[in-house]
């Protein structure tokens, strides 16, 4: 349940976009506005997307057996 809520937090985007300001938009709205109306600095983007990713990564990482654990659980017959 908390790598479920954290991703969908973490990755928010319509709710930050509409819903809030500036100061609280979550990683994904900031990849949005990293985007060149012009020219698109791919370099950065890409380094912006893997600095954005590491917390979720982490997370599945360290509770990845948790994860699993629960998706076994259920999927069990008996």
Same mark, same amino acid.
């Given at each position: 349940?908390?790598?479920?809520?954290?991703?969908?937090?973490?990755?928010?985007? *319509?709710?930050?976009?509409?819903?809030?300001? =500036?100061?609280?938009?979550?990683?994904?709205?900031?990849?949005?506005?990293?985007? $060149?109306?012009?020219?698109? =600095?791919?370099?950065?983007?890409?380094?912006?997307?893997? *600095?954005?990713?590491?917390?979720?990564?982490?997370?599945?990482?360290?509770?990845?057996?948790?994860?699993?654990?629960?998706?076994?659980?259920?999927?069990?017959? $008996?």
């Amino acid at each position: 349940m908390i790598i479920w809520q954290f991703t969908s937090l973490w990755n928010d985007f *319509l709710f930050a976009v509409f819903l809030t300001g =500036p100061q609280s938009w979550p990683a994904t709205v900031m990849l949005n506005n990293i985007a $060149g109306a012009q020219a698109t =600095p791919y370099s950065q983007q890409m380094a912006a997307a893997i *600095l954005a990713s590491i917390p979720t990564m982490l997370i599945y990482v360290l509770l990845g057996r948790f994860f699993m654990r629960g998706l076994m659980a259920g999927a069990l017959k $008996g």
